[in-house]
């Protein structure tokens, strides 16, 4: 099926079963410890193995030499492998730095080699008594001291950078100004499972359960790694739990299991300790961002330039800070660059919001700073510079300079459907209307310092959310049998986000069933390919795949019922046409009736922007004498298309509001920038949010559907939560203490120096 008109009235408007707020139906499986991931799968393959693997004590160089003997007497090992003995491996498309090390290493903890012992204990002993020489080399670990060295870097299917009018021009006149620079931290995943696999061989063909957020590329990424082709790769995640982009692309737990247990000729399982996951996996990396804004003194945006520099390995991609500012607020002039310097730390990539939650951090924060020289209202200043069309349409990847080539610009924005395109739905500033009634921001005081509830300074922060609408291919095989119930099969995930549920909801709607007689089966590579988990995309592109599945079947057995399928009413399981009706169950019989199909999005993308908006307000103590900063009340007013399962969407949001509020007081990656890696890589030295960080918090969606969007009128909202509210933390805290930090996480140390007196 093609989406390429606004969706009309459909079956999903009858909102009898989505838009409810069902509980997820995966939550007594885990609730009950029964839900069994990858590591827990005894039941899938007899004989298994345990595999360790081992990481690189140095960052960069190369391995002179590796012995083994020991390592390979102690008791119970089976083999090792390590590069020497592996075989020929290719570097996955998907992959910046090769998953298997060695002679050369890229990073810090890269894999060089897995032992397998017949328990756990055994091989993680044996990898102690492995000997590696090395040869270190010289490696750049520091983002400011390679930041001069940073080249533009596309973004997307977007250039890294563009222009709009005259910047610099616009800015040097501008009445009020502000030109700031800011910081924000390396962080890591952090998710509750680590990555995990069991591998097993079937002679050439291979079977792994994992803990994977996208099938079908990690399918594809193991078959070119291996060097066999993927009809012989079989990749089956029922249960993910958690990954926040860090298992969207193959890892080294998948490689290693598969090759140790090709080695050992039985069935081997691996997981990644936890101190080798911030090194060994993948991580946001850390930005420098400048943000200059200028604007008249009615308060009306004239110019406004976002500077954004991050790391990466030779290869990796870019955390682009500055590339919502494209789009969210107006201003005739405008420059926005996103740079990308060489960095010989582990692998950074994917996690929740890339490019948005650091930008926003920076860019909400700016604002904030903007609207007091102005002298107004923080809300105020934003709805003076919303906009309905997006103001800066970036060029393609590969286009000319903008700045330099004037000419050229003005000729590629001819050739676009429309140079400012306006949003499917946007509506930011109800979203802020709505939030500072409920929150009583109409109570915070605009002088900062001056609210006290005994030794605690009071203060309220506000930050916009924006994060795009993405969607993608997405496909399902839907059966209904001979008893009335429907199987739904898709190879989509579940990654905590409730993707069961609401792709039971959805067949449930469109084929007239009770909930409790849908089956959902999901993350195994035998199904059709989904859009996977990632992105913000999965919730309304895996729907919309089982939607289109379901509008194949509803055809077939209208077709077999002799009714025409345009007026057929599917309901209570019957199917009616007048006065006339049929059980499903019947006309599946003991064949039942099969059908797939796939979504597929087309030039709706092009006409117009989609994307998701919100507005986060917090409100912080922060202590007089010590400067700890406490978390009192949190509320995010999201407007993100038809909700489909207001619960467990709201675990979403909350969900993310918690990893912002870890971005903005807490999380941090340490770089030991002598020998380059990050030094508290466990959960007792990376720093979370627990429970008692994290007070009340509340959730509004606006009553809201975009037919542009999908044909459930949906859009994402998964990641949503976490944009913004770093900044709005932030922007409470210095309406607290009248300290603005600049560098996150805004840590104690940073605040208690200039604090006001505690007296």
């Known amino acids: 099926m093609k989406f390429d008109t606004p969706a009309g009235n459909n079956p999903i408007d009858q909102l009898k079963v989505v838009g409810q707020p069902v509980d997820r139906i995966d939550g007594p499986l885990k609730t009950t410890g029964t839900a069994a991931y990858a590591y827990d799968r005894y039941d899938v393959v007899p004989n298994q193995a345990y595999g360790y693997v081992l990481g690189s004590a140095i960052a960069k160089g190369r391995i002179l030499s590796m012995d083994l003997s020991a390592a390979k007497a102690a008791p119970g090992v089976i083999t090792i492998v390590n590069a020497q003995n592996a075989g020929k491996l290719a570097k996955g498309d998907l992959n910046t730095a090769k998953l298997l090390g060695g002679p050369e290493i890229q990073h810090y903890h890269q894999a060089i080699a897995v032992v397998v012992a017949e328990t756990f204990e055994q091989a993680r002993a044996a990898a102690q008594l492995i000997r590696v020489d090395y040869a270190r080399g010289k490696g750049s670990y520091d983002l ?5 060295k940073a080249s533009p870097a596309d973004v997307f299917n977007s250039a890294g950078e563009t222009a709009v009018g005259n910047f610099t021009g616009a800015f040097s006149s501008a009445p009020v100004q502000l030109d700031a620079s800011y910081r924000t931290a390396h962080e890591s995943h952090s998710m509750l499972e680590p990555h995990a696999s069991v591998a097993a061989w079937d002679g050439d063909r291979l079977s792994l359960w994992t803990s994977n957020q996208m099938i079908a590329w990690a399918v594809s990424d193991m ?61 946001r990396s850390a930005t420098i961002q400048r943000v200059r804004i200028g604007a008249a003194k009615d308060g009306k945006i004239t110019a406004i330039g976002h500077e954004s520099w991050s790391g990466n ?100 924005e001819a050739e676009r459907p429309n140079p400012h395109p306006p949003f499917s739905k946007r509506q930011l500033v109800q979203c802020f209307q709505i939030g ?86 999901l993350g195994d590579s035998s199904f059709p390919v989904s859009c996977g988990s990632g992105g913000q995309w999965g919730g309304n592109s895996s729907t919309s795949g089982v939607y289109a599945a379901c509008m194949k079947l509803r055809e077939a057995v209208a077709q077999k019922a002799g009714f025409s399928a345009n007026d057929a009413v599917f309901a209570d399981g019957q199917i009616r046409s007048g006065t006339q009706s049929v059980a499903l169950a019947e006309l599946a019989g003991a064949r039942g009736i099969v059908a797939e199909d796939a979504i597929e999005f087309d030039k709706l993308n092009e006409q117009y922007q989609q994307s998701t908006f919100g507005a986060h307000f917090v409100e912080v103590g922060v202590d007089a004498v010590t400067g700890e900063t406490r978390v009192r009340r949190m509320l995010a007013v999201c407007a993100a298309g038809r909700i489909l399962n207001p619960k467990t969407a709201r675990s979403q949001v909350i969900g993310a509001m918690t990893m912002g509020v870890g971005a903005a007081l807490m999380e941090e990656l340490a770089v030991d920038t002598r020998i ?72 104690l140390d940073k605040l208690i120096g200039k604090m006001p007196s505690a007296v």
């Open 313 to 412: 390995l030779a290869g990796g991609g870019v955390e682009a800070g500055a590339v919502q500012t494209r789009a969210l607020y107006a201003g005739a002039n405008r420059m926005t660059s996103n740079r990308l310097a060489p960095l010989d730390l582990p692998e950074a990539n994917a996690m929740r919001a890339p490019n948005e939650a650091p930008g926003l951090a920076v860019l909400e924060i700016a604002m904030d700073e903007m609207a007091e020289k102005l002298g107004l209202d923080p809300i105020e200043f934003r709805i003076r510079n919303d906009t309905q069309v997006v103001p800066d349409f970036p060029a393609k990847p590969g286009s000319s300079d903008p700045q330099s080539k004037k000419g050229e610009q003005k000729e590629k």
């Open 676 to 747: 380059g890696f990050f030094v508290n890589h466990d959960l007792a030295g990376y720093e979370v949010p627990v429970h008692a960080d994290i007070p009340h918090q509340e959730v509004i969606f606006l009553d809201e559907t975009d037919p542009i969007s999908s044909p459930m009128k949906a859009k994402g909202v998964g990641e949503l939560g976490i944009c913004g509210i770093a900044a709005a933390v932030a922007n409470a805290v210095y309406n607290a203490t009248g300290v603005r930090v600049r560098d996150y996480p805004i840590t």
């Open 436 to 521: 500072a009634q409920r929150f009583g921001w109409d109570k915070r005081s605009s002088s900062p310092g001056q609210v006290r509830d005994g030794r605690w300074l009071i203060g309220m922060g506000v930050a916009s959310a924006f994060r795009d609408n993405l969607v993608t291919k997405s496909a399902a095989r839907v059966r209904l049998d001979g008893r009335g119930g429907v199987t739904v099969e898709t190879d989509m995930t579940d990654i905590g986000t409730g993707s069961y549920t609401i792709i039971a909801q959805t067949a449930a709607e469109m084929l007239g069933v009770p909930l409790n007689k849908v089956k959902v089966r």
């Open 144 to 148: 400011a001291e390679v930041k001069n």
């Open 223 to 283: 078959a070119k790694t291996l060097g066999i082709s993927k009809e012989k790769i079989r990749v089956m995640s029922p249960y993910v739990g958690g990954g926040f982009g860090a298992k969207l692309f193959l890892r080294s737990d998948a490689l290693m299991a598969a090759l140790a247990a090709r080695a050992a000729k039985r069935p081997v399982k691996v997981a990644l300790q936890r101190a080798l996951i911030p090194n060994n996996t993948v991580h």
